[in-house]
């Protein structure tokens, strides 16, 4: 039973197990991945790439190793193509910081991001006087991919944009904007985060110049994340400190090789080797199987809920989540309310006010499911529904 | 089980339904807006202080029922009072629903009710927090 592969699915909530639907937030980790984390530390755990003792190699190896793992997820060519960051936000933030931009180039976003691929992205244009265009959504929540010409022309210089959204469950024509954005010599940059526990990635494929990762948000440990970068040496390193140098006096400092410059101090190597022992948990569960049971229990959840509230969204292809406005009732009392009955769901923003503002919502109820969720989960969370209509009228 | 009509008590959905002095005033002496940056909650608190005396006072909230039903509340509770009255109930109101205090209290009886619900604590004390402010804005 994949209940008994996660330990906190046992964990109770107002006396029943608890129906964790905040998957969109972060999942639940499986035993495979607290176990190998445990076992660094108990086992391997000493500082990397500067120690002739054995500890020190085994933990290099470890967390090399990790990054290898990373790259074959990610159908990255080498390694060095990985950094390892604290999580998407890091990543993206690493990249704007790098980019070579001025008055009259302009970044184009969508109207999908989290606010971490945006406001990166809108400081990096009040810096350097760039222009930030913004890509609209349709009221499905789609792209509108025929906005596209309009918006990309010469002076695009950087394209950012979200695989799935983490507010409508959006899964988005990436190759579609990538091919665009290329043709008219843009850099682009996806925000991975919510599409790494629902299905499978091949970087090289897509052709994007970055892609961001979360470990947290697909089964591995907080704290940990990646940025895959087809050209990291375009980008200038960002903090300074031991690790990412290769020699140091008072006139001169030269750099590592990437991506080793980009990663100054000491890394989080338990996070690292959490991350890849993540994939391959994720790997062995076969990632069809995942996204046809997340599928089946996503339309279960729009069939149940069409009727009883207003579904925020209804994109062309859904992955991991679907929101929701209960007529009348706030959001936050529609979270507390379901609380009580042991589900838990996300309300607010979501990190997502523009989203919020194109559907005339302060926030949303959000449900977002993972491989360990069952049908009976979301039955529960439509009695807490008919318990909101019960208190509210 | 905790049940949520602990919280969603029969005050808090008649206030969040028909709520007392809801709107902004014209000629306000004292105004302020509170948010909750972590769900987008906002509501403007309007004061107008004769002498010392609160003798309008009214509130605008985009929030959740426990945001809007609390706000109402006070209005009515700091309505009529001296604005250092009114301070002083709202420091008495942070004080109660401070975590582990269980004492009593029968002006504010009606807002405790969210103790049992730690995560909605700031819901029920944006417009008291925003009023503080209000009034801090001319000293």
């Known amino acids: 039973m994949l209940e008994d592969e996660f330990p906190i699915c046992k964990r109770t909530v107002e006396g029943k197990p608890v ?50 793992r990373v790259a074959r997820y990610l159908g990255a060519k080498d390694a060095a193509e990985i950094v390892f960051t604290r999580g998407t936000t890091e990543a993206i933030n690493l990249v704007a910081y790098g980019s070579k931009v001025g008055p009259g180039d302009e970044v184009l976003v969508t109207e999908l991001e989290h606010h971490s691929n945006l406001v990166p992205w809108q400081q990096l244009c009040l810096r350097t006087g760039a222009t930030l265009r913004v890509l609209p959504i349709d009221d499905a929540g789609d792209w509108r991919l025929d906005a596209i010409p309009s918006l990309l022309g010469p002076n695009t210089k950087i394209v950012a944009m979200n695989h799935v959204s983490n507010s409508l469950g959006s899964v988005n024509d990436i190759a579609t904007l990538i091919a665009a954005a290329r043709e008219v010599g843009a850099v682009t940059v996806v925000d991975g985060a919510q599409r790494l526990a629902h299905g499978p990635v091949d970087v090289s ?33 960002w903090q300074f400190g031991g690790d990412m140098v290769l020699t140091v006096s008072f006139d001169e400092t030269t750099f590592n090789d990437v991506p080793h410059r980009f990663e100054a101090g000491t890394p989080n190597v338990a996070g690292a080797v959490g991350l890849a022992a993540a994939m391959d948990f994720l790997e062995a569960a076969d990632l069809v199987a995942v996204a046809n049971h997340e599928r089946a229990l996503l339309d279960y959840a729009v069939e149940q809920l069409s009727s009883r509230v207003r579904l925020i969204g209804t994109p062309k292809e859904r992955s991991g989540v679907v929101s929701f406005a209960v007529e009348g009732v706030h959001p936050h009392d ?58 509210f009228g | 089980m905790t049940d949520a009509r602990a919280l969603y008590r029969a005050w808090v959905l ?96 009606d807002l405790l009710g969210v103790r049992a619900f730690p995560s909605r604590t700031r819901c029920a004390t ?7 402010d209000a009034l801090k804005e001319s000293e």
């Not at chain 1, 990397?48 to 290099?60: F, I, K, M, N, P």
């Not at chain 1, 194109?358 to 049908?375: E, I, K, W």
Request: aromatic share 4%; net charge negative.
């Open chain 1, 19 to 68: 129906a964790y639907l905040d998957n969109a937030s972060t999942t639940q980790k499986p035993r495979a991945v607290l176990d190998a984390v445990d076992r660094y530390y108990r086992t391997s755990n000493a500082n990397v790439h500067r120690g002739v003792h054995t500890l020190s190699v085994e933990a290099t190896e470890a967390y090399e190793g990790a990054r290898a």
């Open chain 1, 205 to 237: 494929a897509l052709g994007c110049d970055f892609y961001a990762l979360s470990g947290h948000k697909m089964y591995g440990p907080m704290g940990i994340g990646a940025l895959y970068g087809r050209d990291l040496e375009a980008l200038p390193p």
């Open chain 1, 334 to 391: 529609v979270g507390t309310i379901l609380d009580t009955h042991g589900v838990a769901v996300r309300a607010g923003h979501h990190c997502t006010q523009p989203v919020m503002e194109h559907f005339g919502v302060p926030a949303t109820v959000r449900l977002s499911v993972a491989m360990y969720n069952a049908a009976e989960e979301i039955d529960r969370l439509v009695a807490g529904l008919d318990d909101v209509r019960g208190i």
């Open chain 2, 14 to 109: 008649e206030h969040e339904k028909a709520p007392r002095n809801e709107g902004r005033l014209e000629d306000p002496t004292h105004s302020a807006r509170g948010s909750n940056p972590l769900c987008g909650d906002r509501v403007d608190v309007d004061l107008k202080v004769e002498g010392d005396s609160i003798v309008r006072v009214a509130f605008e909230s985009r929030g959740c029922a426990i945001a809007k039903a609390s706000a109402s509340k006070m209005t009515t509770l700091v309505d009529g009072r001296s604005p250092h009255e009114a301070r002083a109930l709202a420091e008495r109101l942070t004080t109660l629903l401070a975590r582990g205090n269980t004492e009593d209290d029968e002006a504010l009886a």
């Open chain 2, 126 to 132: 944006l417009a008291w927090t925003t009023l503080v």
